[in-house]
C-alpha cells in the first residue's frame, strides 16, 4: 500500500531526445505527486508535481503525466541536455487535508544525456 | 522562499564519538521535520518523523536512542548519531512541509564514520 515503483533503473538518452520515466503507486490516498532531481552529493530537488485533480502539468521542458485509473504518473523531459544528467525520484504522500503525511519515494532513476 | 538549512555538509568522526546534525527554517515555520538516509545508488528512506515539541516518531528498524532527534522550536530540527560506526555512514537529509508547497528538502549532511 505504501510502496511506489519506478522504472527504469537507469536511461540514457541523445541530446535533445525525450526522457520518460514512469511510475506506479498503490495507496489511492495518496495526494501529492512530485519528481525530485538529485546531483551527487546534493539534496533533491523539486522539479515538478502534480494532484490528482489533473491529468497533466506543464514546466518549461518538464511534463507530468498522470492516470489515476490505473495509478501512474510519469515525468518527460523533453529536448534532453547534458545538464538534465542526475538522478530522478518519483514520490507520493498524503500531504494535503491536514495531514503532515511524509512523502514515500521511488528507487530512482539515473538519467544520462549523451552529447 | 521556503528554505531549510543543513549544517555541516560534510563530516567525519571517529567510531565511537556522536556527530549533531542541524536543520533550520530559514524563512518559515517546520512544524514537522521528516529525517531521511541515503545510501550510495539508493533512494531516500524515511528515518523518523518530528513535530515541533513531542516525541520523534522513528520508522521500523530505526534505533532511536542511536538516532536521537531534537525538534525544540519551529525553526530548528537536530539528529544526532550518538556512538557512531561505520555502518552509520550515509548520507542524511531533512525535509520540511511547506504549507501547501508541498516539501522543501536540506542540502544533506555526508557522515563517514573512522
Known amino acids: 500500500q505504501q510502496q511506489v515503483k519506478q522504472s527504469p533503473q537507469s536511461l540514457i538518452v541523445q541530446k535533445g531526445g525525450i526522457s520518460i520515466i514512469n511510475c506506479a503507486y498503490e495507496?489511492?490516498?495518496?495526494?501529492?505527486f512530485p519528481w525530485y532531481q538529485q546531483f551527487p552529493g546534493k539534496g533533491p530537488a523539486l522539479l515538478i508535481a502534480?494532484?490528482?485533480?489533473?491529468s497533466e502539468k506543464k514546466e518549461g521542458r518538464f511534463t507530468i503525466s498522470f492516470n489515476k485509473s490505473a495509478k501512474q504518473f510519469s515525468l518527460h523531459i523533453m529536448d534532453s541536455q547534458p545538464g538534465d544528467s542526475a538522478t530522478y525520484f518519483c514520490?507520493?504522500?498524503?500531504?494535503?487535508?491536514?495531514?503532515?503525511?511524509?512523502?514515500?519515494f521511488g528507487k530512482g532513476t539515473k538519467l544520462s544525456v549523451k552529447p | 522562499g521556503a528554505v531549510v538549512s543543513q549544517h555541516p555538509s560534510r563530516v567525519i568522526c571517529k567510531s565511537g564519538t556522536s556527530v549533531k546534525i542541524e536543520c533550520r527554517s530559514l524563512?518559515?515555520?517546520?512544524?514537522?521535520m521528516f529525517w531521511y538516509r541515503q545510501f550510495p545508488k539508493q533512494s531516500l528512506m524515511l528515518m523518523a518523523t518530528?513535530?515541533?515539541?513531542?516525541?520523534?516518531?522513528?520508522e521500523q528498524g530505526v534505533e532511536k536512542d542511536k538516532f536521537l532527534i531534537n525538534h525544540a522550536s519551529l525553526t530548528l530540527s537536530t539528529l544526532t548519531v550518538t556512538s557512531a560506526h561505520p555502518e552509520d555512514s550515509s548520507f542524511y537529509i531533512c525535509?520540511?512541509?511547506?504549507?501547501?508547497?508541498?516539501?522543501?528538502f536540506g542540502s544533506g549532511t555526508r557522515l563517514t564514520v573512522v
Open positions: 525535509s520540511a512541509r511547506v504549507g501547501g508547497r508541498g516539501y522543501t
Open positions: 495507496n489511492t490516498a495518496f495526494d501529492y
Open positions: 502534480i494532484r490528482p485533480d489533473v
Open positions: 514520490a507520493a504522500s498524503r500531504a494535503y487535508g491536514g495531514s503532515q503525511g511524509n512523502l514515500i
Open positions: 524563512d518559515f515555520q517546520a512544524t514537522t
Open positions: 518530528s513535530n515541533e515539541g513531542s516525541k520523534a516518531t522513528y
